[in-house]
């Protein structure tokens, strides 16, 4: 008969969700940062874009990719 231990017996699955759901709610807040950040270029004016040297069709592509989208 054999016997084991606890370092033997360890459980992963734990770890494994853990990890899970850390890289799920990463993914979460990197789309929630998209999104903010390409809703405020929408709102921007043609004068805040000419204050950078940029029209608002050079930000316009930007602003209307969907979150998910790098």
Not at 6 to 32: C, G
């Amino acid at each position: 008969m054999s016997v084991c231990t606890s370092e033997v017996m360890t459980n992963n699955h734990q770890e494994t969700r853990t990890s899970l759901l850390a890289s799920v709610a990463d993914t979460l807040h990197i789309w929630r940062q998209r999104y903010q950040r390409r809703a405020e270029l929408a709102r921007l004016s043609d004068h805040d874009f000419h204050d950078v040297g940029a029209s608002w069709s050079d930000f316009a592509y930007e602003a209307s990719k969907p979150f998910w989208r790098e």
